[in-house]
């Protein structure tokens, strides 16, 4: 059981102890503070993903930007909360949260988005042009195109699936938890939030609309087993504004150790 609590607290993924001086809300992160940085940008994370996914991310670029990342219930210190059952539950709380007074900041505001949390930050930034401000960037990692099929032909869907199956597909993904998922016990506490966001994705219905007017940036791993880089580059539909497309080494979760590489392309689209 101390397994488990370990990774209900998020020992394993920047909880507690790495969540930094300045807890903002329940739904943001802010791991450094880093008022001196020209830009922020917001970060949601992968499918059974938190916020700690991204402290060292912010630890890389907080002279350049300062991280706040977005923390879904259901997970570490939000574990008793039901998850999310909607992408526009989690994008109407998440500008809520940056709507609040601790938040009001005049510098430009970018998105980065992983697997999952590409989906989540382009609904964000499609609300955040609507309503007239447009993001600095946009980045979007590990996911192709939102108007390609998800899943795409021939892979099962997962909110459905036996655990079993479940962990075949982590394992597929590959990434620093999946190994840790191997325990039966830190499998028992990070299945709920696993299917919750798994049947979000699988609601997610893609609306055609005007495209962005922001820079849209997409990364992919080299080797990644569910997102080739035909899918990356068709997020080039969804932005009139400059697209680039960028192929690290690496499978879906490259990020873990491309870091300086990650770090370059965001400050450089950035400035």
Known sequence: ????????????????????????????????????????????????????????????????????????????????EPCATGADEVVDAALHALAQPEHDDPRPLGLFGHSMGAVLAFETARRMERAGTRPAALFVSARQGPSLPWPPPGVPTLHDADPARILNELRLLGGSAAELLTSPEVMEYALPALRADYRLL?????????????????????????????GVRAWARETRGPFAHHVLPGGHFYIENELPQVTEIITDALA
């Not at 993924?13 to 802010?30: H, P, T």
């Not at 060292?56 to 259901?74: C, D, F, K, N, T």
């Not at 609306?207 to 940036?217: E, F, G, M, T």
């Open 1 to 80: 059981m101390l397994l488990a609590a370990a990774f209900r607290r998020g020992a394993f993924a920047g909880g507690e102890e790495d969540r930094g001086d300045d807890d903002v809300s329940r739904w943001i992160r802010r791991f450094h503070k880093a008022p001196d940085a020209p830009v922020r940008l917001v970060c949601f994370p992968h499918a059974g993903g938190s916020a700690g996914t991204f402290v060292q991310l912010s630890a890389a670029i907080r002279r350049r930007a300062e991280v706040l990342a977005v923390q879904y219930p259901g997970r570490q210190d939000r574990f008793g």
């Open 202 to 230: 699988h609601a997610y219905a893609y609306q055609s609309a005007q495209p962005l007017q922001c820079p849209v940036i997409g990364l992919a791993g080299a080797d990644d087993p569910r997102v080739p880089g035909d």
